[in-house]
């Protein structure tokens, strides 16, 4: 149970410290890859959509279904996923769109008017919003690695590849405004912090009543959050990086590794 534990921190730290990555890729390249980010976005958006409907949406039925009967395990399971997106929509809803950190930035933005003041409450804002986005995040990618290791490492890199870019949206306005890129690259860093704040939250809050029943409404929740985010925020930003077939290509190819990994190790 220690080594679960501590495993599942591990992956909702290196999932949240992601957007670190994308404020130093914004460093330390002069351009945007844009067909490879546009790829991986997709790959990201397949292994959440495969994994959320295959995996974890009939593991919360079956958790339901043990808790209760199966009318009610059902009726839970749908309950539980719906209430996710909606979770998801409403954090999404109470971003305001200035701040969003799904608005597409590239590197090149880095060099375009430095110390623009006015743009730094911009990217604070899209820090805050980054970390609120982040949380419930954290809490899905701790309870999946925590019931299942293998599922939650899948899921941590699907978020992981998923909150590069969203670091380089909060390292371009904080460099706008300051021209210094250690404050951005360190708010960007910052603002991933929270999905190991959520895992602690999931560890002391939820863990000591973690029953079947809970751990099944988590679960659907979890499936309905990455689905949302797949189909709101990783494709459309797939298809803003490169409009050809590309991200679709990457959606299939991560739905083929996540389907291959679930074959062979779980």
């Known amino acids: 149970m220690t080594e679960n534990l501590l495993l599942a921190f591990g992956l909702t730290l290196m999932a949240g410290l992601a957007t670190g990555i994308g404020s130093l890729l914004a460093f330390v390249t002069t351009t945007t890859n844009t067909k490879f ?8 958006a397949g292994v959440m959509i495969y994994v959320s409907m295959v995996e974890i949406f009939f593991k919360a039925q079956e958790a339901l279904i043990g808790a209760t009967d199966e009318v009610t395990g059902n009726w839970l399971t749908v309950a539980g ?16 769109k200035q701040s969003n950190p799904h608005e597409l930035k590239k590197v090149e933005d880095m060099e375009k008017s430095p110390k623009n003041p006015d743009l730094l409450k911009m990217g604070t804002f899209t820090a805050v919003a980054i970390a609120i986005h982040n949380f419930p995040e954290g809490i899905a990618t701790f309870t999946s690695a925590l019931q299942d290791p293998g599922l939650g490492l899948a899921i941590a890199v699907a978020i992981a590849i998923h909150n590069i870019p969203e670091g380089i949206a909060v390292s371009v ?3 706008y405004a300051t021209g210094n890129r250690k404050k951005a690259f360190k708010l960007s860093f910052l603002s991933g912090l929270s ?8 560890f002391l809050v939820l863990m ?7 751990f099944g409404i988590i679960f659907a929740g979890v499936a309905g959050i990455m689905i949302f985010i797949s189909l709101d925020e990783l494709l459309p930003a797939a298809k803003k990086y490169d409009e050809t077939h590309l991200p679709i290509y ?17």
């Not at 996710?84 to 409403?90: E, F, K, P, V």
């Not at 999905?195 to 999931?202: K, Q």
């Not at 000591?208 to 809970?214: A, E, K, R, V």
């Open 37 to 44: 980010l546009s790829f991986t976005l997709g790959f990201s």
């Open 81 to 96: 996923f719906f209430g996710g997106m909606i979770l998801i929509a409403l954090i999404d809803k109470l971003i305001p």
């Open 173 to 175: 306005p904080v460099y």
């Open 195 to 202: 999905e190991p704040i959520g895992a602690l939250v999931a």
């Open 208 to 214: 000591p009543y973690l029953t079947d029943m809970l």
């Open 250 to 266: 990457g959606v299939m190819a991560g739905m083929a590794v996540m389907a291959l990994s679930l074959l062979l190790f779980i």
